[in-house]
């Protein structure tokens, strides 16, 4: 009996509360995630790194699916933000909102070439179907400063490494 509480019981409870919660229309309360934006150096020569970020406003409390080459980075709900650092090279990038139903045809994905030293942004398009915005520095910065890490989720994407930094200043770079 002991290991059926343990084993099915508690997590069918805990599975089940946070269920209820992701499917509730009130806004997360972003003291629960991870540290609020703050701007760091550029990363080491070996990496490159994507800052993808979901500003506030929002008409779904969807998630927004993040991948790296096909494989889920992020969950990124209202006001959340998270870092993708890689070796420099050529990524498959995408992003689509995560309602039930949802058809390959949404799944918005871009090939984009990631040089090394740099740091580019990536909106989360929330007014539509989550389609990847590449964002200059200076925009993103202003829309991310009120915004939080996401770090609720753990990554699948192999590609994608912890983010090492130089202490040089910040470089406008974009996308295209």
């Given at each position: 009996?002991n290991n059926?509480?343990?084993?099915?019981?508690?997590?069918?409870?805990?599975?089940?509360?946070?269920?209820?919660?992701?499917?509730?229309?009130?806004?997360?309360?972003?003291?629960?995630?991870?540290?609020?934006?703050?701007?760091?150096?550029?990363?080491?020569?070996?990496?490159a790194q994507?800052?993808?970020?979901?500003?506030?406003?929002?008409?779904?409390?969807?998630?927004?699916?993040?991948?790296?080459?096909?494989?889920?980075?992020?969950?990124?709900?209202?006001?959340?933000?998270?870092?993708?650092?890689?070796?420099?090279?050529?990524?498959?990038?995408?992003?689509?909102?995560?309602?039930?139903?949802?058809?390959?045809?949404?799944?918005?994905?871009?090939?984009?070439?990631?040089k090394p030293?740099?740091?580019?942004?990536?909106?989360?398009?929330?007014?539509?179907?989550?389609?990847?915005?590449?964002?200059?520095?200076?925009?993103?910065?202003?829309?991310?400063?009120?915004?939080?890490?996401?770090?609720?989720?753990?990554?699948?994407?192999?590609?994608?490494?912890?983010?090492?930094?130089?202490?040089?200043?910040?470089?406008?770079?974009?996308?295209?």
């Amino acid at each position: 009996m002991n290991n059926f509480i343990q084993h099915i019981v508690i997590p069918t409870v805990i599975f089940g509360g946070l269920f209820c919660a992701l499917h509730a229309n009130a806004a997360p309360d972003t003291r629960a995630f991870g540290e609020r934006w703050q701007a760091k150096a550029e990363v080491v020569n070996d990496q490159a790194q994507v800052v993808y970020y979901r500003t506030q406003p929002s008409t779904s409390q969807q998630a927004a699916l993040v991948t790296v080459d096909g494989k889920l980075q992020a969950a990124l709900l209202p006001g959340m933000y998270t870092r993708i650092c890689v070796q420099p090279g050529s990524y498959t990038l995408g992003g689509w909102m995560d309602s039930q139903g949802a058809q390959a045809a949404t799944h918005h994905r871009f090939q984009t070439t990631l040089k090394p030293g740099k740091t580019y942004f990536v909106r989360v398009n929330t007014q539509g179907d989550g389609k990847p915005q590449p964002v200059r520095r200076i925009e993103a910065e202003r829309e991310l400063a009120d915004l939080h890490l996401q770090e609720h989720v753990l990554s699948r994407a192999s590609a994608v490494t912890e983010c090492r930094y130089l202490s040089q200043p910040l470089a406008d770079y974009n996308i295209r």
